[in-house]
């Protein structure tokens, strides 16, 4: 098992606290290790081991017919002492009511208790319901450049030869652990998100019109990282002969997104320090999602990027924003408690164009300002604007 301390690091401070820890992310993004990690962790603490109880929800051994009630009445006869049991609970969002099973858990037991899903319905109102304030979010993502290279530390490849593998191959874990073909790693995604598509969203919403619902998906991720919005779909919809209404697309829209396959990122108007409610981009959980569907070109990089960089800084507890600066737009405005970056992210500086460096220049705040590039003779510093590359960017330890 290759570790991913960063997560224990974030589990740490609320184990043993009277606080329900919830793993969110898409699936096949790691959630399941991170669960063995943790389970370690408390081993190295004295925990015996049957006081540790892991139950996956997605085993063939587990009925679809499953009750909360049931599924509560199995954990507590695991109990045998006083002494505190800690539950770890893998895909719990299989079950209907589950919530209301962990809160009891929680209430009537010396339990510390962990779950993890690939549904951000997780987050619903039900929990708010029954564990409010009572309960931890923490979002897992696919690999961050970082962790694809202790995936990969046995190979003899430069860190460069590896951050073109991580582009090309995206960072799913079951990739990274593999010697894949490009062809075979994308068919392995492919197989990932069919399953997220088909189980996730067209069964459990019951969309009927699957073939609609396809194209509108394929539409968002060919255009991961560009502005539209709900009707610029359903008028390219349209010139296609297909019909589907606003409401349908908003629909399909938080879908995805509660299956963590895309993420929205709102603009942020600079001058009236407000979040617009329009014209937002979405960036994908994995970049390999768009070369599973379309294969893979290097016409894609720009774009590419961008949603490597998005991933990097939501990784380190970023809130993500495009930028509006009057008539300008800057790619990621990141903020993080009284911390703020801002970003621009291009292949390379177009040599007749100031437009990467001139847009942060005409922000007047003294917060760091990056220009992150794939082009080593761009970088070094302008205007006291920091120029770098893509694999230093995902490398450092602080920006």
Not at 178 to 195: C, F, K, L, N, R
Not at 236 to 250: A, Q, T
Not at 280 to 295: I, P, Q, T, W
Request: hydrophobic share 35%; with cysteine; aromatic share 12%.
């Amino acid at each position: 098992m290759i570790l991913r301390p960063d997560y224990i690091e974030a589990v740490k401070p609320f184990m043993d606290a009277p606080l329900v820890k919830i793993l969110t992310g898409v699936r096949r993004c790691g959630k399941s290790t991170i669960f063995e990690m943790i389970r370690q962790e408390l081993l190295e603490r004295g925990i015996p081991e049957d006081h540790i109880v892991m139950k996956k929800y997605t085993e063939m051994d587990i009925p679809d017919t499953i009750t909360a009630k049931q599924m509560y009445d199995e954990l507590v006869s695991r109990v045998e002492d006083d002494k505190r049991y800690y539950f770890l609970l893998d895909e719990i969002q299989e079950i209907k009511g589950w919530e209301k099973a962990v809160n009891s858990l929680l209430e009537g037991m010396n339990a510390d208790i962990y779950v993890t899903g690939s549904n951000s319905k997780l987050m619903s109102s039900e929990i708010s319901t029954y564990l409010t304030g009572r309960y931890i979010s923490i979002p897992v993502f696919t690999l961050s450049f970082r962790e694809y290279l202790e995936f990969k530390k046995e190979s003899t490849q430069s860190y460069d030869k590896l951050l073109e593998e991580y582009i090309k191959f995206g960072g799913f874990p079951i990739i990274a652990l593999g010697e894949y073909e490009q062809q075979s790693a994308y068919q392995i995604v492919d197989g990932i998100y069919h399953t997220v598509v088909s189980r996730d969203i067209v069964k459990r919403h019951r969309i009927n019109k699957q073939d609609l619902f396809d194209r509108v998906v394929k539409y968002v991720i060919e255009n991961m990282g560009k502005t539209f919005s709900a009707s610029s779909i359903s008028n390219f919809l349209k010139s296609e002969n297909r019909k589907v209404s606003i409401e349908s697309i908003y629909n399909y829209l938080r879908w995805l997104e509660q299956a963590f396959i895309i993420f929205p990122c709102e603009r942020y108007d600079m001058q009236g320090k407000s979040v617009l409610k329009t014209q937002e981009k979405y960036y994908l959980a994995d970049v390999s999602f768009r070369y599973a569907l379309f294969g893979y070109n290097r016409k894609m990089l720009d774009g590419v990027m961008e949603n490597i960089v998005y991933l990097e800084l939501r990784r380190r507890g970023y809130d993500v924003y495009v930028g509006k600066n009057n008539t300008k737009e800057i790619d990621f405005i990141a903020i993080h408690k009284d911390e703020k970056i801002y970003v621009q992210v291009c292949v390379q500086i177009p040599e007749n164009s100031n437009r990467e460096v001139g847009n942060l220049m005409e922000i007047r705040d003294h917060y760091p300002k990056y220009v992150v590039t794939l082009n080593e003779m761009d970088v070094g510093i302008e205007n006291g604007i920091r120029i770098v590359h893509l694999r230093d960017f995902l490398l450092a330890k602080q920006w």
